[in-house]
């Protein structure tokens, strides 16, 4: 299996953490799916980052609420 389908796989597993995230931090529906969008890109920016030392969805909860959280450069 390539990295690719490998980070689809477990993304298909987590869409919903993501998405909960994204409901705490958006004002409306089209802010969400922005987050989304966002949230999947640096999701697969950091993918190979990801050591295992956590679960993979506790990593995707983690990323997903510094996105929002960390001041913006």
């Known amino acids: 299996m390539n990295i690719e389908q ?3 796989d477990q993304l298909l597993q987590y869409k ?3 998405y909960k995230v994204c409901l705490m931090y958006a004002q409306n529906q089209h802010d969400v799916v922005d987050l989304y969008q966002e949230t ?3 999701l697969w920016k ?3 980052s990801f ?3 956590s ?3 506790t ?5 997903s609420c510094l996105l929002y ?3 913006s450069p």
Do not use: A, D
């Open 69 to 71: 959280t960390s001041p």
């Open 46 to 48: 950091s993918y190979k």
């Open 40 to 42: 999947i890109y640096n």
């Open 16 to 18: 919903h953490i993501i």
């Open 59 to 63: 990593w995707v909860y983690r990323i």
């Open 51 to 53: 050591k295992g030392r």
């Open 6 to 8: 490998e980070f689809i």
């Open 55 to 57: 679960s993979f969805g």
